[in-house]
């Protein structure tokens, strides 16, 4: 098993950047798939950054050229670089972990059942 916990998330002004950090512990995270989503009140989890295991990544459409996920190996850290934030990226953001997916496909990476270790999340609030 590992264990998740995010950290970073605050309040900031639209444009602002903004990096948040995922440590984990129990084992080693470059073992693990590893991604970001985000949740708004009221809505449902949503996919936002994946880095599998041999460092390929993948972005939500929204967030392609402005956010960029990363792992420290060393730290046992993955992080989420966030830039040019909107009050569109309001949400509370979720560190997620699988040792493997069901399937090679972007519909298998974006769905949130097929991860199996969570952080307890950490909220971004970005006002205009």
């Known amino acids: 098993q590992v264990q998740l916990v995010e950290s970073g998330g605050r309040l900031v002004q639209a444009g602002e950047p903004l990096s948040l950090a995922c440590a984990a512990s129990?084992?080693?995270?470059?073992?693990?798939?590893t991604a970001w989503f985000r949740q708004a009140p009221g809505k449902e989890r949503k996919f936002v950054a994946l880095l599998r295991k041999l460092g390929t990544t993948y972005y939500e459409d929204s967030v392609k050229g402005r956010f960029a996920i990363s792992r420290d190996n060393a730290k046992n850290m993955v992080y989420l670089r966030m830039n040019n934030l909107n009050p569109e990226d309001t949400a509370g953001y979720y560190c997620?972990?699988?040792?493997?997916?069901?399937?090679?496909?972007?519909?298998?990476?974006?769905?949130?059942?097929?991860?199996?270790?969570w952080g307890q999340g950490t909220q971004v609030t970005v006002s205009s």
């Open positions: 997620a972990a699988t040792t493997s997916f069901r399937a090679d496909s972007y519909a298998a990476f974006a769905d949130a059942q097929g991860y199996d270790y």
């Open positions: 129990g084992r080693t995270i470059a073992k693990f798939h």
